[in-house]
């Protein structure tokens, strides 16, 4: 229920599913609507925010690709 606030990876893309509910996706200056069945990428670096609209929580599975595995 709590947004997600300047989030950033620099060894990192992001990959967003909105499983369920509604938001706002803020990438850099850009507000960006998203409900479910939405995907985005943020490519490594990009600076982004999402919050929720409306009464329902926004679920979302979340997936970093190209961080490097720990030996």
């Not at 938001?23 to 507000?31: E, F, M, P, V, Y």
């Not at 609507?33 to 985005?40: D, Q």
């Amino acid at each position: 229920r709590e947004p997600w606030e300047n989030r950033q990876h620099p060894d990192a893309d992001a990959m967003l599913y909105v499983v369920a509910g509604e938001g706002t996706l803020r990438l850099g200056s850009a507000d960006v609507p998203v409900s479910a069945g939405s995907f985005t990428q943020v490519p490594r670096g990009t600076t982004y925010s999402i919050a929720r609209r409306g009464r329902n929580p926004i679920i979302i599975l979340a997936t970093l690709v190209g961080v490097g595995c720990e030996k």
